[in-house]
């Protein structure tokens, strides 16, 4: 018995001093101005924080896969998006607006990953479905949410995406 308590205890050691070492990435994301008067007038404000809430949680999602810029401040701005379904409140604001409505759509988002060592890399990544075909059986957002899910995906792997 007094082994099985000395190995837990040695192993909880060994990993919190692990857990040390690799801190992972701190990750703030906030809305564009444009896109937040967008959210004020047309989409509704839930809908955009979602999708902000959705970009944060994909970003620390992957970025835990891979460790990628482990202790490092990663702010990102959701600087854009358009949405494939007309959002609940667009429905609400124009009573004769169907549901069934589609479109493209997707997102943009710009920010900076400060290193641990405070050096600055800019960031920014843009998509846009360019095929309506695709965009008959989506969801409200979806394209938006591919695009975030891409950005994440990505950037988790190291690719460099300030040049897009």
């Known amino acids: 018995m007094r082994i099985v308590v000395l190995a837990a205890a040695a192993a909880l050691t060994t990993g919190l001093a692990g857990a040390a070492y690799a801190a992972p990435a701190a990750v703030d994301v906030t809305i564009g101005p444009k896109l937040q008067a967008k959210a004020d007038k047309t989409y509704g404000n839930r809908d955009v924080r979602d999708l902000a809430a959705q970009l944060r949680k994909d970003v620390q999602r992957e970025l835990t896969k891979t460790g990628a810029y482990d202790g490092a401040r990663i702010e990102l701005v ?40 405070g050096h600055e890399t800019p960031v920014h990544y843009r998509y846009y479905e360019s095929d309506i075909r695709w965009a008959y059986g989506a969801g409200v957002w979806s394209d938006a949410e591919n695009t975030l899910d891409q950005f994440a995906h990505r950037l988790a792997r190291g690719q460099t995406l300030a040049s897009r």
């Not at 600087?79 to 997102?107: E, M, W, Y």
């Open 78 to 117: 959701l600087a854009a998006a358009t949405p494939n379904h007309p959002t609940f409140k667009q429905l609400s604001d124009r009573p004769g607006l169907s549901s069934q409505s589609f479109g493209v759509g997707g997102a943009e988002i710009d920010g900076r990953i400060i290193a641990a060592d």
